[in-house]
């Protein structure tokens, strides 16, 4: 399966069920709606939040199920693969593919701490490589 870049409400929707999954496991309308509110401070209708789920779920990222008289939002495509997806798209569309380039525009970005945190995880990948 290929994932797709997601923009605007689709990507905060799908952030904001992956947070809920963190948190409680298992996802539902109310929880997103009040989710997306937190995280944007914008509220949302319950019913335009549907809709998002619909183009999701046609998206191949989740799946609803109901159990008893409640329906439960599962993801089906992982964070991190996700991120994976993300980083290689910037680095075709912004970078020409190269990761040099990618790189230098991270480090511009990185603070000094945290490019010090990524040097030493780099180190250890290349020590465990050995």
């Known amino acids: 399966m290929a994932i797709e870049y997601l923009t605007g409400l689709n990507a905060i929707v799908m952030k904001a069920i992956w947070n809920i999954e963190k948190r409680q496991g298992r996802v539902t309308i109310q929880d997103l709606v009040e989710e997306i509110k937190r995280n944007t ?16 779920e046609k998206k191949d990222f989740i799946e609803t199920k109901k159990e008893g008289r409640r329906s439960f ?5 992982d964070e991190s693969d996700y991120h994976k997806v993300q980083f290689e798209q910037m680095k075709k569309v912004w970078f020409d593919d190269s990761w040099d380039e990618f790189s230098v525009a991270l480090s511009d970005v990185v603070k000094q701490e945290e490019n010090d945190k990524l040097r030493r995880l780099i180190d250890d990948l290349d020590d465990s490589a050995d």
Do not use: D
């Not at 949302?44 to 789920?53: A, C, F, G, I």
């Open 41 to 56: 401070g914008k509220e949302y209708h319950r019913n335009s939040v549907s809709t998002y789920l619909r183009r999701l």
């Open 73 to 77: 939002i599962y993801s089906k495509v």
